[in-house]
């Protein structure tokens, strides 16, 4: 059994990932409300200038177009202003709620736990905004957890993903705690202190590929 797959059996949610099978079901399963678990996916994405002057970032636009056709609510986290991430979002055909400017405010867009699949944002007006002072990532977390309760969810089941220190607070909050693996980082400063976290074999874009759908 691969290593990823394994950590996700042990945390009882092998199949969401690992069984082709299932996705269907998991995907059929994530639109409903009362008596099912909402899966929500936290991650921490990190901004970059292209020569042309638009906004790129280091996630894989494939494995989050798997993820999204799962059934799975993106989240992205970033240090990044709010401009960035929406410009994020645009290019990986995302419409989420993201926290930005280091855990400063949670954007949630409009209508969007009553209709996920159809909201879109064209405008800032577009946005439900929470803000947190001090900024607070982990506070973020909980927020959105909250909301998808009272959206009538019998329960949330959050997976974050990060590479560094940055992310501790998100990570520490989450019940699966994923980490990917950057030989340029010192993490294990980060591990010791999230000792449940798997670490990805791969690192670059495999590894946030890994850490995504486990492959």
């Known amino acids: 059994m691969a290593p990823f797959v394994s950590f996700m059996s042990r945390a009882g949610v092998e199949s969401l990932l690992a069984a082709p099978g299932a996705r269907a079901d998991v995907r059929s399963k994530s639109r409903r409300r009362a008596g099912e678990c909402a899966l929500v996916m936290f991650i921490r994405v990190y901004s970059s200038s292209a020569d042309e002057g638009t906004t790129q970032c280091q996630l894989p636009a494939d494995a989050i177009a798997m993820l999204t056709a799962w059934g799975f609510r993106l989240v992205l986290v970033s240090g990044s202003p709010v401009d960035d991430i929406v410009a994020i979002q645009h290019q990986l055909d995302l419409v989420e709620p993201f926290i930005c400017n280091g855990g400063a405010a949670l954007h949630v867009p409009s209508h969007y736990f009553e209709s996920p699949k159809t909201s879109h944002v064209t405008a800032s007006n577009d946005w439900e905004v929470f803000s947190f002072n001090p900024p607070d990532r982990a506070a973020g977390v909980n ?42 980082k010192d993490q294990s400063m980060l591990l010791r202190h999230i000792p449940a976290a798997y670490l990805t074999t791969a690192t670059g874009t495999e590894g946030w590929t890994e850490a995504l759908i486990g492959s």
Do not use: M, N
């Not at 993903?161 to 501790?168: L, N, T, V």
């Open 143 to 184: 927020l959105v957890r909250d909301l998808f309760l009272a959206d009538g969810w019998s329960d949330v089941l959050t997976i974050g993903i990060g590479c560094d220190g940055d992310d501790y607070r998100v990570l520490s909050a989450v019940d699966i705690p994923i980490v990917v693996r950057d030989a340029s």
